[in-house]
């Protein structure tokens, strides 16, 4: 069984600094620095970085990953060209060609800190190759990130005679979750029947759903009212999460709060994307160009779990990729207008507990003695430090061992004399 002594940490919500004791795949203990002398246990000196635990990535699609550019480039940077780009690409699919790519996305998200990870899968494929390579990925990687699979109908459920039976077929294979996308179907009856086909599978086999929810700018999809409805009477709750609801931030406002009672009472989660919501989004305004993404203070504030996501990673969807997964924050809290301090003092949930209840991670989550010894060390001496200056994932450490290890980069300016610049104040 590993052990290991993180020494000289500091916590989110403590003063001072901290000696972590991991035992195996458990916290053993939290004590102030110092205070044990283990002398006989392996030693990590995280000299006062910040201990937080593991960052989630709710929403992803790694089989799409690594494709940007493939067959083509998307021009006008919409939606609805992505999906026809990737229809063409998905035709030369093979299982290999899904592993390579996903398993290069799954290893840059080990060495940022992401230790869960809830990925899309296309399941539109009569043969099923992007699911079937994303299972094995799932095991191989099990020791070091915990993958969840949506099994995700791209091109819609009711848009053709397979559609429902691919996704039973996904339910078999094993996907963890039940995905849809009610604004793609033809006809507002066929987006509602999509979603009950989705309930009605995830019932069937115990599964979570996962609802690619009004991506759109049209203020009349209202298929997330559908969602939170059939969660309600389902009794569904925290199982079901809405990703996306951009045209939540279309909506007049007096239909959107009376939506807000129903949200919380169906107690659903929600993911927003912002890189991604903020690229798809507004392609069809002039001026003013709407910013595309979902009501987060809001949602946050009526006390529902909202979760940012990365989205598409270099795809026909969106082009780029971002390293740190701060950089996904700190561009959800600026246009989201969340940038008052407190605010960023409680943004971590966005990329950490709000992402385990989005997986149902239960109490397999959390930094805190008893909770699974998984954690990251940032180099930065508090939240605000770390969302500030984009913090490296110094150490990250999974039951006890270390699985990724980042140098941060260093500046030195030349003026009269030499001089270190960490950017710190």
């Not at 949506?150 to 039976?165: K, N």
């Not at 009472?265 to 002039?286: C, E, M, W």
């Not at 949930?349 to 990251?376: S, W």
Request: hydrophobic share 45%; glycine share 8%.
């Amino acid at each position: 069984m590993n052990s290991l002594l993180i020494c000289n940490a500091r916590l989110p919500d403590r003063e001072g600094l901290f000696d972590l004791r991991l035992e195996g795949q458990q916290i053993a203990a939290i004590d102030t620095a110092g205070s044990r002398n283990d002398e006989a246990v392996e030693r990590l000196d995280a000299h006062g970085g910040l201990a937080v635990p593991p960052f989630v990535e709710p929403h992803c699609h790694l089989d799409y990953a690594l494709t940007a550019g493939e067959p083509r480039w998307n021009a006008s940077g919409t939606l609805f060209e992505a999906i026809d780009i990737w229809a063409e690409r998905k035709r030369e699919l093979s299982v290999e060609d899904v592993k390579h790519r996903a398993r290069t996305a799954i290893e840059w998200q080990i060495a940022q800190g992401i230790q869960y990870v809830r990925t899309h899968v296309d399941i539109g494929d009569p043969q099923l190759r992007s699911l079937d390579a994303l299972l094995a990925l799932r095991d191989e990687f099990a020791r070091f990130i915990d993958i969840q699979i949506v099994a995700f109908p791209q091109d819609g459920i009711l848009t053709y005679a397979e559609g429902p039976t691919q996704l039973e077929r996904a339910m078999e294979r094993g996907a963890d979750a039940v995905g849809g996308i009610p604004h793609v179907e033809f006809t507002r009856e066929d987006a509602v029947a999509s979603l009950e086909i989705v309930f009605d599978l995830a019932e069937r086999y115990g599964r979570m759903i996962d609802i690619h929810c009004d991506e759109i700018d049209d203020d009349q999809a209202r298929n997330l009212e559908v969602v939170a409805a059939l969660a309600y009477r389902r009794g569904l709750g925290a199982r079901v999460t809405a990703s996306h609801t951009c045209a939540l931030s279309s909506y007049n406002n007096a239909y959107a709060n009376k939506l807000m009672g129903l949200l919380v009472k169906s107690g659903i989660n929600f993911v927003a994307n912002p890189f991604v919501n903020t690229h798809l989004q507004g392609r069809y305004d002039s001026h003013p160009v709407r910013r595309g993404l979902t009501r987060v203070r809001e949602l946050r504030d009526a006390g529902l779990a909202v979760a940012f996501g990365h989205d598409n990673l270099a795809d026909p969807f969106y082009p780029l990729v971002h390293t740190n997964v701060l950089q996904i924050l700190q561009m959800g809290l600026h246009v989201t207008h969340l940038t008052g301090y407190d605010d960023i003092a409680g943004a971590l949930a966005f990329v950490t507990d709000n992402g385990a209840a989005v997986m149902q991670l239960g109490n397999e989550y959390g930094l805190a003695e008893g909770k699974p010894a998984r954690l990251n060390i940032l180099a930065a001496d508090s939240v605000y430090d770390a969302v500030r200056r984009v913090a490296p994932v110094r150490y990250a450490i999974r039951d006890a061992g270390m699985i990724a290890e980042t140098q941060p980069a260093t500046s030195t300016i030349f003026l009269d004399h030499e001089k270190p610049i960490d950017f710190s104040f």
